[in-house]
């Protein structure tokens, strides 16, 4: 008999009821918990994990509602070789995402979970994706034996009740079971079952793959969802840029982990650029659909912040240091002797001595980095002193302009744009990128990543190709889309462009073109500013002609990126829409 605790079952829907009663026969917990949300929840919660060692309660004075953990060593990233799309047939999923027949992978992980949670809580996370109302608004609901789930869940997403009230009596609700095990990277599974709507995590307990909210239902199965019902679910920051006049223009732009997407979604601009503004309204995830006036309409389905925390500053990101200066949970940063956190890259000097994120005495003189190069903060998006007070609004934000950029230190200039909706999404398909620590293995390496979707992409890359031309027939006022790179570098393997607050410059000029108020000039590329078009007044050491240099196109290095693309394009060729190979073909010709 399961003794069931204080937090009782709090829904009479009965397709949530059978379903949490067949897990529960399935798991064997000890004790099973359904999770309210509450302020007075949270709190006992954080206790209960602190004196189970769990979390390490902060130096309140300095960090007040912060907390710390460690993961296991062996468990810091997203697991791309354990990630699976179960679909009945192995073409639906494509050829770059892993497969397993939904038969054979459901016996294997029930194999898993069968008495998994014996001697344990299983944790019923009711939880809401987007504003209460909206019409692209998901549930879900996760069952986990983990209590920094529930505490990052209770975070990251609108838990508890209010998920309830929406779903009413429907059964049309995510199921996400997520056990622990033993933390056994041979026993790591993070499966999606898109025709069921469910996902199944085990042996993890790295938040990229058991806050199922996040990757696993906001885009693995948030895009095969979309792909059904004429929409997109994108690996994209929205912001609002307001100029000094007042008014807004909305932007979406999608960057691979760990390549600035948090610090582009609330950037400071430089103070040459008085009187504009950034409004965050997400820093990782859109949900964007047609509206009835043909514009595309975006939405954040998330209610925190999960970013990466070294080089996070107040240059880098002044807004992200006020976000997580509270009730903050930080995974895997380095813990100092008066229970503060440090990281390589955090403002002042580094700690004479504290413990890094396995525990181990640390010390400038150490050759290993005292925080995990992907460690973590999860923060509410109400800490943000720039959250847009749009974020809310059930109907979204209209998109003018959807940027794609990624990690390159040669090859791509600073900015460009494409010359029409079909040529944008050629740009976005074939966009190539260093890794990063947010993956395990292959720092450094380039990678082509579409759309930075190809570890999120629930179906067959080339469908979804296919999918976003398509989506064109539906948008009547389609937004713009750029090209930026960041990262750049010169001879001396210095970075060509400053970064951080000074890209508002570059923004600005996206801004322009959207509403026609600035030149371009043509390239085998795109379009590109025009002389004079990007604002250099108060940029100390950059001349015009350094910013030339980050502009370059090389014909030399564009053919090699040309042959590079056909790696991805032949994995594809089966589905691939016959569109981009003519695109293809058209930039080789202006080359």
């Known amino acids: 008999m399961i003794k069931q605790t204080s937090g009782k079952c709090n829904t009479s829907n009965k397709a949530v009821v059978t379903w949490v009663d067949e897990m529960v026969k399935l798991c064997k917990p000890d004790q099973v918990y359904w999770c309210n949300g509450t302020k007075t929840e949270r709190k006992a919660l954080l206790a209960e994990a602190v004196e189970k060692g769990i979390l390490i309660k902060l130096n309140q004075k300095k960090r007040p509602g912060c907390y710390y953990h460690r993961s296991n060593p062996n468990d810091v990233a997203r697991v791309e070789q354990s990630t699976f799309i179960c679909t009945e047939s192995q073409d639906e999923a494509g050829p770059t995402n892993n497969w397993m027949a939904p038969k054979e992978m459901y016996q294997k992980l029930r194999g898993y979970a069968d008495g998994s949670m014996r001697g344990r809580t299983m944790y019923v996370i009711p939880y ?5 109302g909206s019409p692209l608004a998901k549930i879900g609901i996760e069952l986990t034996d983990s209590i920094y789930v529930v505490l990052s869940m209770g975070t990251m997403t609108r838990m508890g009740k209010i998920a309830f009230d929406e779903l009413g ?9 997520h056990c622990m095990l033993d933390v056994n990277p041979d026993r790591r599974y993070i499966a999606h079952f898109p025709a069921d709507n469910a996902i199944i995590s085990v042996g993890s307990n790295y938040g990229g793959n058991v806050l199922l909210g996040k990757k696993c239902l906001a885009l693995r199965i948030g895009s095969y969802l979309g792909r059904q019902q004429g929409w997109l679910a994108e690996h994209m920051l929205v912001l609002g840029v307001e100029s000094p006049a007042g008014d807004k223009t909305y932007v979406a732009a999608a960057f691979p982990s760990a390549c600035g997407k948090t610090n582009f979604a609330m950037m400071m601009p430089p103070a040459h650029l008085k009187g504009w503004k950034i409004w965050t309204i997400g820093d990782d995830i859109a949900w964007m659909k047609p509206g009835s006036d043909g514009r595309l309409y975006a939405i954040n389905p998330e209610a925190g912040y999960f970013g990466v925390v070294p080089g996070t500053n107040s240059k880098s990101n002044p807004a992200a240091v ?3 200066s509270r009730d903050t949970i930080f995974t895997n940063v380095a813990l100092t002797p008066d229970l503060d956190v440090w ?3 955090k403002d002042g000097p580094p700690p004479k001595e504290c413990l890094d994120w396995k525990g181990n005495k640390w010390t400038p003189a150490s050759e290993e980095k005292a925080a995990h190069p992907n460690s973590r903060f999860t923060a509410p998006m109400i800490n943000n002193p720039l959250l847009a007070p749009e974020v809310n609004d059930p109907a979204g934000v209209p998109i003018r302009a959807i940027i794609f950029g990624g990690r390159r230190s040669n090859t791509t200039p600073l900015i460009y744009q494409a010359f029409n ?5 050629y740009i976005g398909a074939t966009m190539g990128s260093e890794m990063t620590a947010a993956a395990v293995g292959g720092a450094g390496q380039v990678r082509r990543d579409p759309m930075a979707m190809l570890p999120f992409c629930g179906y067959h890359m080339g469908d979804y190709f296919r999918h976003w031309i398509n989506m064109h027939k539906n948008i009547k006022h389609p937004p713009r889309i750029f090209h930026v790179n960041w990262f750049r570098k010169d001879s001396q393997g210095e970075f060509l462009w400053p970064g951080f607050g000074e890209n508002m410059r570059v923004l600005k000029w996206i801004i322009d073109r959207c509403h026609a108020r600035t030149d371009a000039d043509e390239t085998a590329l795109g379009w590109v500013p025009g002389p004079d078009s990007i604002d250099l007044i108060g940029l100390t050491n950059f001349p015009p002609e350094r910013l030339a240099e980050a502009q370059a196109i090389s014909e030399e290095e564009w053919r090699r990126e040309i042959l590079m693309q056909d790696e991805l394009f032949m994995k594809l060729h089966a589905c691939l829409p016959k569109e981009l190979i ?3 073909e058209l930039l080789l010709a202006r080359l």
């Open 128 to 132: 809401l994706m987007g504003p209460p």
């Open 169 to 177: 009596n429907e059964d049309d609700f995510n199921r996400g079971l």
């Open 322 to 324: 006020e976000v997580i």
């Open 343 to 345: 990281w390589e890259g």
């Open 421 to 425: 909706w079909v040529h944008g999404v």
């Open 582 to 584: 003519f695109q293809r």
